[in-house]
C-alpha cells in the first residue's frame, strides 16, 4: 500500500522564485493536512483541507502562501515569491475523518519536501 | 489555544532501561492524541492513537496513557534498544492536530 507521496524530496531556489510542493494522499483519506518544520518552532499546520475544501487556513504564513486541492487525490503548496525564511521541510500528512471532527482519524505522513532558499 | 509540551527535550539512557516520556496540553477538550516517531531526515511514523474515551493503547514495548483531566499522556518504552533511538512527538487532536516539540531519545549502547 502506498502511503502519503511527497514531491520534490529536496528543493534548492534561489529568493524570489516561485516554489511548488506537490502531495498525494492515501487513498481513500478525506483529509488533508500540510505542515512546515524547522528546528525552532517545531511543527506548525499550515492548512488542512476535508473532502477537498480548505477548513482552516489560519495557519498560513502569508500571502506568498497558497494551497490548492483539486481532487481527492493531489494538492499543492505554492510559494511565490519564496525568501529565505522559508527554507523549512514541508510536510505534507493525510487522514480519514469521520464528519467534520477529529474524532477517530490517524495521521499518516509523507517523507517530506527540503526546502533551501538562498 | 491548545499548547502541547513535551520534557524533557532530550534523553540519553543506557540499554534496556525502561523510561517513559511525557506530553501535556492545555486544553483537555480533546478528540483523541497520537503519538509519533521521527528519525533523522524522515517524515514521521504513526506509533500510538488513543481516542478521547480511551485511557491506554500499547503495541508491542510501547504503551501510551491518556488523562484528559489532567492535560497529561505518557508513552511507556518497555526494555529499551538501541534501534529505539530517534525524537518522539504527540499530537492533540481538536479543532486542529498540534503538536509537542518532541523529545529526542538516545539509547546508549
Known amino acids: 500500500d502506498a502511503g502519503v507521496i511527497q514531491s520534490p524530496r529536496h528543493e534548492v531556489t534561489e529568493m524570489g522564485q516561485e516554489v511548488t510542493l506537490r502531495c498525494k494522499p492515501i487513498?481513500?483519506?478525506?483529509?488533508l493536512f500540510w505542515y512546515r518544520q524547522t528546528m525552532m518552532r517545531g511543527l506548525e499546520l499550515l492548512i488542512y483541507f476535508n473532502n477537498n475544501v480548505p477548513i482552516d487556513d489560519s495557519g498560513m504564513p502569508e500571502d506568498r502562501f497558497s494551497a490548492k486541492m483539486p481532487n481527492a487525490s493531489f494538492s499543492t503548496l505554492k510559494i511565490q515569491p519564496s525568501e529565505p525564511r522559508d527554507s523549512a521541510v514541508y510536510f505534507c500528512?493525510?487522514?480519514?475523518?469521520?464528519?467534520?471532527?477529529?474524532?477517530?482519524?490517524?495521521?499518516?505522513f509523507g517523507e517530506g519536501s527540503r526546502l533551501t532558499v538562498l | 489555544k491548545q499548547e502541547v509540551t513535551q520534557i524533557p527535550a532530550a534523553l540519553s539512557v543506557p540499554e534496556g532501561e525502561n523510561l517513559v516520556l511525557n506530553c501535556s496540553f492545555t486544553d483537555s477538550a480533546i478528540y483523541n492524541l497520537q503519538w509519533f516517531r521521527q528519525d533523522p531526515g524522515k517524515g514521521l511514523t504513526s506509533l500510538l492513537l488513543i481516542q478521547s474515551s480511551q485511557r491506554e493503547q500499547t503495541s508491542g514495548r510501547l504503551n501510551a496513557s491518556l488523562d484528559k483531566s489532567s492535560g497529561r499522556s505518557t508513552l511507556y518504552i518497555a526494555a529499551s534498544q538501541p534501534g529505539d533511538s530517534a525524537t518522539y512527538l504527540c499530537?492533540?487532536?481538536?479543532?486542529?492536530?498540534?503538536f509537542g516539540k518532541g523529545t529526542r531519545l538516545h539509547i546508549l549502547p
Open positions: 487513498s481513500g483519506h478525506n483529509s
Open positions: 499530537a492533540v487532536g481538536d479543532d486542529k492536530i498540534i
Open positions: 500528512a493525510s487522514s480519514f475523518i469521520a464528519g467534520d471532527r477529529f474524532s477517530g482519524g490517524e495521521l499518516f
